[in-house]
């Protein structure tokens, strides 16, 4: 049993925006998928790390949820910056039950454990120009604050590890609130995804004041979860 995570799968099996277009690591990125999750049994778990689907709605995102269902193991599901059809964790919930989806679970103001270990996140935020700072502001304290929830929800774990889409750290860009609060609870590893291509040469990774961070956009590590416990 293990645990795994993987970001930005970018799904558009509902829609027609095939990463494929990009070139480079993204030709065949599905198939690429599939068999970077061959190895993961029935009873791992993979934490998905937000941009999951190009759908604008759960129904247009159907088929990329089947598609994962079909992938092997358990999926923790976060929320992403391109997810539109993102929605009430009940409407979700209740769609994935309607439609048969079995194996997603979804990561928002709560924590899942497996195997001894709690796991934590949020979407997370660095800030939009097309914002104004007290909209960024705001963003930034509600980000925060769902990792706290999430957290204080994961108070009889021996281990916590984090998981969010946007970095924590990138650039000039610090979000020393969230890093608090991960110390506040003991978090020691955290993993996020969103940034591509050139983005991957200025991510953050390595241990800085007690924490580990690590990248796992699915095109920085060849569109196969790395197994994070
Ligand atoms: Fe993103
Ligand atoms: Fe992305």
Partial sequence: MALYAIGDLHLSFGTDKPMDVFGGGWVDYTDKLSAGFSTLNADDMCVLCGD???????????????????????????????????????????FFSINNITSIEILHNNCYYYEGVAICGTRGWLGDSEFTAEQNAKIYARETNR?????????????????????????????????????????????YGHLHGDGHRLAVRGLIDGINYEIISADFINFTPMRVS
């Fill in 147 to 191: 990792l706290r929830v999430s957290l204080q929800s994961a108070k009889d774990a021996d281990k916590i590890i984090c998981f969010f889409h946007y970095p924590i750290r990138f650039k000039n860009i610090v979000c020393h609130d969230m890093i608090d609060v991960m110390n506040k609870f003991n978090v020691k590893n955290c993993y």
């Fill in 52 to 94: 999951t689907s190009w759908g604008m709605s759960l129904e247009e995102s159907l088929e990329d949820f089947r598609f994962i269902d079909n992938l092997p193991g358990r999926k923790i599901i976060l929320k992403g910056n391109h997810d539109y059809w993102w929605s009430t964790a009940a409407k979700m919930e209740s």
